[in-house]
């Protein structure tokens, strides 16, 4: 692992474009000054790579956080992300979110969610549009400077193959970001984007907020083999699955103890046994959506 650490390992998507193996995550993060702190933190710690979205509504904490740390736009990494009752005004979202984060352009711009839901009834689908005709508007953005990459989030693979199928998907998902820890560890999922040339991120890579994984004895007795932190373990389980890793804290000494994570690494045997923890948990499901989007097909 010497020669290939995790903190400079990056992914090449199709666009070419390099992205970074380890970024630092934002959903909760508060919008007092805590957003803007924690990405200060993490960019003084070696970060190079955020990941937003306009609905955690810290973009503009994560824009002063970017400026306040100096550090030149291209080597930074922005991950932002389409809010569900935005998909008929893709063009509004974009810019709105670059305004947000006081950038011309972000390097990945992700459908949040396969939902095209009514922004006057958030309970309610739109009866004349769905998430072809949403990635049908981020196409047109390709080209236009302010994206480099478009990517869908919590696609399982019947929505995935919905995607691919249609006709009008000329430009391929660049990533799918999907809920991923040894509780969710979706290896059906992951090979069915791998088989499409579709790089993964890991989101909830902890297990979110008051994760059982962090009492979890086979962690634990992992992380105590090792000398390193459970939360080190499951981040470095991630990256060594082939999957980019976005650990979420406002916590300084979290953030930079999250991205010590070069010059060791996992054993295959213990790769696998946190990969086939008997404890099964989803953090993010669909219920609170219009309509559903899991089928079975996200494990
Ligand atoms: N695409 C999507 O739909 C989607 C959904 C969920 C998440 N995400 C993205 O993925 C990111 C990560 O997921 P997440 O926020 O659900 O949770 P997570 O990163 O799995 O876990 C965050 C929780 O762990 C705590 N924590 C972090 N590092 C720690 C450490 N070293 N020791 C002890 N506790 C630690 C944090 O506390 P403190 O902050 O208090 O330190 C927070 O409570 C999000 O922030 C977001 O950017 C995307």
């Given amino acids: ?86 998909h008929k005004r893709v063009g509004e979202g974009i810019d709105t979110s670059l305004k947000n984060l006081g950038t011309d352009y972000v390097d990945l711009y992700l459908m949040h969610w396969p939902s095209s839901t009514r922004p006057d009834d958030l309970k309610k689908h739109y009866d004349d549009w769905n998430f072809i005709d949403t990635w049908r508007e981020m196409q047109k953005l390709v080209g236009s400077g302010k994206v480099r990459n478009i990517g869908v989030s919590n696609f399982g693979i019947t929505n ?65 083999a090792k000398g390193k932190t459970p939360q080190q373990c499951l981040l470095q389980w991630g990256i060594q699955n082939g999957w980019d890793v976005i650990p979420k804290s406002v916590t300084k000494e979290r953030i930079e103890a999250n991205f010590a994570l070069d010059g060791w690494s996992l054993t295959d045997e213990e790769v696998h046994k946190l990969s086939n923890l008997k404890d099964r948990r989803k953090v993010c499901g669909d219920a609170w959506l219009p309509v559903k989007v899991f089928f079975g097909d996200d494990e």
């Fill in 160 to 224: 995935l193959e919905k995607l691919l199928n249609h006709p009008d998907t000329k430009i391929k998902p660049s990533v799918n970001q999907i809920e991923l820890h040894p509780n969710n560890p979706s290896p059906k999922l992951v090979a069915y984007c791998k088989d499409k040339g579709i790089h993964v991120t890991g989101y909830s890579c902890l297990g979110s907020t008051g994760s059982p994984l962090y009492k979890d004895p086979v962690v634990l007795s992992i992380a105590e």
């Fill in 1 to 86: 692992m010497a020669d290939n650490k995790p903190t400079s390992k990056t992914y090449t998507l199709a666009s070419g474009d390099k992205m970074p193996a380890i970024g630092l995550g934002t959903w909760q993060s508060a919008k007092d000054g805590s957003c803007q702190a924690a990405v200060e933190a993490a960019l003084a710690a070696g970060y190079r790579y955020i990941d937003t979205a306009l609905a955690y509504g810290n973009e503009h904490e994560v824009g002063a956080g970017v400026k306040a740390a100096g550090i030149p736009r291209e080597q930074l990494w922005i991950t932002t992300k389409l809010d569900n009752p935005w």
